[in-house]
């Protein structure tokens, strides 16, 4: 009976074990095909983010060779640039130079010049102003005219005339003292010199205007030297500008000037100086 039981037992181990192999040999399988179709997974990711990382590498190259190409265009524009207002800076001297001799007269009435010439304009200038100027030097006048010839309708002043003098000298020696005497007229009409300048010159130095006359107002003795660089004077030293476009702020009506001093830069309010 026992050995009958033993046997009983024997098969019912056997035929457990025998399902638990196939049990196992079935996970194992499963395991398997699920590792290989991972593998078969991770090999497509990997892939992928190679192409990725290769299309990537390749529009960083293009995006480097763009830029390049951006900083060598750049570059040639700004060289383009340079000669360009090397040019223009180079015809603005040019027409400068052909116009150093000539004097501006501002403020002369329209039709002035058919009662008496337009000659006779300039030596009624200087005799009426300047009559000491007129003894002491002998000041040749090589042409006078108005321009621009014709009558602008649309314009309310007269237009200018302009007075080519034969020597430099003459013409910085009228001026010199015009500048002294401050107030230069024509019959008694307030009227002005100054120095004739190219278009481009004379549109850079009336963009100092509205600060000359603060200047002038605070006593700070405003000049613009050429071809619009301002000097002015402060706490009895003269200072001049470096830059050639204005550069001040206005605040409350007053004017705060930047003074240049062993390249820092300080502010000045123009209100504490005399007028």
């Known amino acids: 009976m026992f050995k009958e039981l033993r046997e009983d037992i024997k098969k019912d181990v056997e035929i457990i074990t025998n399902e638990l192999r196939e049990n196992i040999k079935k996970d194992v399988e499963i395991i398997t095909k699920n590792q290989l179709e991972l593998k078969n997974t991770i090999t497509e990711i990997k892939n992928s983010l190679e192409g990725i990382t290769s299309r990537l590498d390749e529009a960083e190259d293009r995006i480097s060779d763009l830029e390049d190409k951006v900083a060598e265009i750049t570059q040639t524009e700004q060289q383009k640039e340079k000669r360009i207002k090397n040019n223009e800076d180079g015809l603005r001297d040019l027409w400068d130079n052909i116009k150093r001799n000539n004097m501006r007269i501002i403020g002369i009435p329209e ?80 009227i002005r010199l100054s120095n004739d300048f190219s278009t481009e010159t004379l549109k850079a130095r009336r963009e100092w205007q509205e600060i000359l006359k603060v200047m002038e107002n605070k006593g700070l003795q405003p000049r613009l030297l050429y071809p619009a660089r301002l000097s002015f004077k402060v706490d009895g030293e003269i200072k001049k500008e470096r830059s050639k476009q204005p550069n001040y702020k206005f605040k409350n009506g007053n004017i705060y000037v930047p003074i240049n001093n062993h390249f820092k830069c300080k502010w000045i309010k123009c209100s504490n100086q005399k007028t």
């Open 111 to 190: 039709g002035e010049e058919s009662k008496q010439g337009i000659e006779n304009i300039f030596e009624v200038i200087m005799s009426e102003n300047f009559p000491n100027l007129m003894k002491e030097t002998n000041i040749q006048v090589q042409e006078v005219q108005r321009v621009p010839t014709r009558i602008n309708p649309n314009r309310s002043t007269p237009r200018h005339i302009i007075v080519k003098m034969a020597k430099l000298k003459d013409k910085e020696r009228i001026l010199k003292a015009a500048r002294e005497r401050r107030r230069v007229t024509y019959k008694g009409t307030p």
